[in-house]
């Protein structure tokens, strides 16, 4: 028997499971004519579970995929023609624009997040940005410089987290202008915090010269790490999680170029390491069900990214890109790349410096520099899972919110 206490936990739910306006209309219509004594209350859970988030700030931690400036504020910058195609200058980004952390900005009307390791000009009133390129799960075997992975893996991420919550309400108790760079004191379980890492993990062990299968065998330590960490930041005060998946590692030009010899899928992609990607979302994916049980006050949305980005290389023409797997700003090669040079760099060719420069139409390119995106690949990326419709559950972006705190 339907009581009435049960009936904005049902609607609720699901409502989390429609998008279409029709959807929503036919099942309130239902609910009202078979329950018409709870006619008000049905109602009210509707447009409670309609309603968009209002997020006062973004926290994000992650990789090279979302960062906007902890990279090069430690190590070297990336110069022109990074950043061109927005920013019409290098922009401390690693695309030819933006990222897809910036259109989840944009899209909650907030300014672009400044890196925590930036020391210059930055504003976190609204958010910070902890991700830095070549940034791990896990703490890396081989650190920068003695290797190509960043020192701030998550663990360390999470420990700036935990210290800039501190010390931002003692700047903002003492008031005067640094006091106005800081987020409110309750913007912080009221934020939208977001994740894009894991990436550079796999990347690891592949280069490491591991076989697939130990590769695999590393993923669900991984995935505990992750999860670890999730945790940690929930107790901090964090309510309300955006948790991309990792991408088709096996269609980047990085990848690609390097084991040339693996099979090959239809798209052209290194089939077992796509493979070893999808077991960690599997294993990811899992963790965040998990963590969704264990924490049923929060909302955990776990977005796949990877079947979004794979599109991209198998459909290439369908979604209006072009020759997917080759490099837009790169040298030499099948897939214009090549780790003697990379993008904004110079290479002497028989006497000749050559610059390595943009390619002629970035805006119908998919992969920028042989490891990220093009701005319009991002935002092709964004529109598709900013909808619901690759997310779990598959509520849009902007509702995906811990709704008692707004």
């Not at 987290?161 to 931002?168: A, G, P």
């Not at 110079?346 to 093009?374: A, L, M, Q």
Request: hydrophobic share 40%.
């Amino acid at each position: 028997m339907l009581c009435q206490e049960h009936i904005p936990v049902l609607i609720t739910s699901t409502m989390k499971f429609l998008t279409k306006p029709k959807q929503a209309i036919s099942l309130l219509l239902i609910f009202m004519l078979a329950l018409p004594h709870a006619s008000a209350t049905i109602l009210s859970s509707v447009v409670h579970a309609q309603k968009n988030c209002d997020f006062p700030a973004i926290f994000n931690l992650g990789d090279s995929n979302s960062d906007t400036g902890g990279y090069a504020a430690c190590f070297d910058p990336p110069t022109s023609p990074y950043g061109d195609t927005y920013f019409h200058m290098p922009a401390r980004r690693f695309s030819d624009g933006r990222p897809v952390i910036d259109f989840i900005a944009e899209t909650f009307g907030l300014p672009f997040l400044h890196a925590y390791l930036d020391s210059l000009g930055t504003n976190f009133s609204h958010g910070i940005n902890f991700a830095t390129a070549a940034s791990t799960i896990r703490l890396p075997d081989r650190i920068i410089p003695n290797g190509g992975f960043s020192p701030f893996y998550l663990n360390l991420q999470y420990s700036q987290l935990v210290q800039f919550k501190s010390r931002s309400q003692l700047i903002r108790e003492r008031g005067g202008l640094f006091a106005s760079l800081m987020p409110k004191e309750e913007y912080f379980p009221k934020a939208l915090y977001t994740f894009d890492i894991g990436q550079n993990d796999l990347g690891e062990g592949f280069f490491a010269n591991l076989t697939i299968e130990e590769v695999n065998a590393s993923v669900p330590d991984i995935a505990n790490k992750f999860s670890a960490n999730i945790k940690n930041i929930y107790r901090l005060g964090a309510r309300s999680f955006w948790i991309h998946n990792t991408g088709p590692i096996g269609c980047l030009p990085y990848v690609l170029a390097a084991f040339s010899s693996a099979e090959k899928d239809s798209a052209g992609c290194l089939k077992p390491h796509n493979e070893v990607a999808q077991y960690f979302n599997l294993k990811l994916k899992e963790a965040v069900t998990q963590l969704r049980n264990e924490f049923p006050s929060a909302a955990f949305t776990y977005v796949d990214i990877y079947s979004v980005k794979y599109s991209l290389f198998a459909e290439p023409q369908k979604h209006g890109f072009e020759l997917p797997l080759v490099t837009c700003c790169g040298y030499g090669g099948q897939y214009n790349y090549s780790t003697e040079v990379q993008c904004g760099g110079t290479i002497t060719v028989n006497g000749t410096k050559i610059f390595v420069g943009s390619c002629e139409r970035p805006s119908v390119r998919v992969v920028w520099d042989g490891i990220h995106y093009t701005e319009a690949a991002n935002k092709f990326v964004f529109d598709q899972i900013s909808t619901g419709s690759f997310s779990d559950p598959p509520i849009p972006l902007k509702r995906a919110c811990h709704r008692t705190s707004n």
